[in-house]
């Protein structure tokens, strides 16, 4: 069966991506179900993570998040039946391409997919949601009333986190990279009518008179946001290429309040001595963002499922609204995938079949 696959270049380390045939068991095991895709989102491929669990292969599945309907089910599931709408994400070690036909998956990484929430909106949306999630409930357990600052507001990512903080009570914060973003964000705060406004402030770091501290302590009265989740963060004083719209880590534990909780996506984050003891001052903890850990542990995949089921509730509510560029058909996945991996795309894109 036809997919699409990343393989590295040789000598330059990027990935080119490609169809290639493979072969899919005939029948599903146990707990698997087999699925026919109708849609599936694009995300980019990290290859120092697949490294770093010794999942690297010669060529490496592309598009995890999927929904479609149930073909055939194996003889322990229990959860789905033949015809069931269905949403989720495949597993990191997934031999198979999401951009299949038809894919093979454990029924316990699946959940209904609601009638009102179309293929392309429920593949668009899963994996941004559980991150937001992830982030603002399991890392940084946040509350009604509580302060919570969205770096790059205006990616997909971003919108997501800052509609399940508003849905939550939370007021919100959230910085626009560019002029473009920051129009985008404003449609978040209507000028009129009873709407209410997901954004309390939008922090133009893109304009060089705007100090992202000041902004953050001027709207919190002095004290502080109580939570920061970042886009990646400079870890020294000189810009570096692609670096210079991000704020330097000195700059996020400045506008953290008392007991703060800074959830950060830099993985190769430092703190030098001064950093962890103005943390320490403010009795303030750091999180990393990494929500592929839930695959880590089948203790928890329980919650799991409950988070996709939620989230998927809440799209099928119209309280989540994914930012999802137009559909791509199936024969544009390459070049569609190569525009993701090297972050051209600023919409989630999806393909559909």
Not at 91 to 100: I, Q, T
Not at 140 to 146: D, E, P, Q, S
Not at 178 to 193: A, H, N, V
């Amino acid at each position: 069966m036809k997919g699409l696959y990343g393989q590295l270049r040789e000598g330059s380390g990027e990935l080119k991506f490609l169809i290639q045939e493979k072969s899919v068991p005939v029948s599903p095991e146990s707990h698997q179900v087999k699925v026919q895709v109708k849609a599936c989102a694009l995300s980019p491929v990290d290859t120092g993570f697949l490294d770093d669990l010794k999942l690297r292969r010669d060529l490496l599945p592309v598009g995890r998040e999927i929904a479609g309907i149930v073909l055939q089910v194996g003889p322990k599931v229990t959860f789905f039946q033949p015809d069931d709408e269905v949403v989720g994400i495949l597993p990191l070690d997934a031999e198979l391409s999401g951009l299949c036909d038809m894919v093979l998956m454990d029924e316990h990484l699946l959940v209904q997919k609601p009638e009102k929430v179309t293929y392309v909106e429920a593949a668009g949306g899963i994996q941004d949601g559980l991150r937001a999630y992830t982030a603002l409930h399991t890392l940084g357990r946040v509350a009604a009333g509580h302060s919570v600052l969205v770096m790059d507001g205006a990616s997909p990512f971003g919108m997501m986190t800052i509609q399940v903080a508003h849905y939550h009570g939370v007021k919100v914060l959230a910085t626009a990279l560019s002029l473009e973003d920051q129009r985008l964000l404003e449609k978040l705060r209507p000028s009129m009518g009873v709407q209410e406004s997901l954004l309390a402030r939008i922090i133009s770091t893109w304009d060089p008179k705007v100090d992202l501290v000041e902004a953050c302590l001027e709207e919190t009265g002095g004290l502080g946001v109580d939570m920061v989740i970042d886009a990646g963060v400079r870890l020294y004083e000189e810009d570096s290429v692609g670096q210079s719209l991000l704020p330097h880590k000195h700059d996020v534990i400045s506008l953290l309040g008392v007991g703060g909780h800074w959830v950060t996506t830099e993985r190769n984050l430092q703190l030098d001595p001064p950093d962890s003891r103005s943390l320490f001052l403010r009795g303030a903890s750091v999180s990393f963002l990494n929500e592929e850990v839930w695959g880590a542990s089948r203790a928890r995949q329980g919650r799991y499922l409950h988070i996709l089921r939620d989230m998927v509730e809440k799209l099928a509510a119209g309280t989540l609204r994914p930012q999802l560029d137009e559909p791509v058909p199936w024969y544009e996945a390459a070049v569609s995938m190569d525009m993701v991996q090297t972050k051209q795309a600023r919409k989630k894109v999806v393909i559909q079949f």
